[in-house]
């Protein structure tokens, strides 16, 4: 069992930057891909980043690329989601996950409890 916290949502304006961290308990981390998903009010939970265990291989939807980037520290158990440019649309609930790369974003295995990010406009 993996257990997964996140932190670091808050409320920022328009145009500002967060960093969300993900920290894990898996004793065997590395071995893990991990990935970031969204939950908007009313709407479906979406992929927005994973980075594969050992953090060579990074994938993203298309409307975070470039604003948003996903990274590992495997020595601390800890992925992060930098958030930057910021838009009202990014405002959700971001789960952390753990789990395998697939084809197209990845299979979560592990789920964290989630963090709320609130853009003002």
């Known amino acids: 069992q993996v257990q997964l916290v996140e932190s670091g949502g808050g409320l920022v304006q328009a145009g500002g930057s967060l960093r969300l961290s993900c920290a894990a308990s898996a004793r065997t981390f590395s071995a893990y891909a991990m990935g970031w998903f969204r939950q908007a009010p009313g709407k479906e939970r979406e992929f927005v980043a994973s980075?594969?265990?050992?953090?060579?291989?990074?994938r993203y939807q298309d409307s975070v690329k470039g604003r948003f980037t996903i990274s590992r520290d495997n020595a601390k158990n800890t992925v992060y989601l930098q958030l930057n440019s910021l838009k009202t649309e990014d405002t959700a609930v971001y789960y952390c996950?753990?789990?395998?790369?697939?084809?197209?974003?990845?299979?979560?295995?592990?789920w964290g409890v989630g963090t709320l990010v609130t853009v003002s406009s």
């Open positions: 980075i594969s265990g050992g953090g060579t291989i990074t």
């Open positions: 996950a753990a789990g395998f790369l697939d084809s197209r974003t990845m299979g979560v295995l592990y």
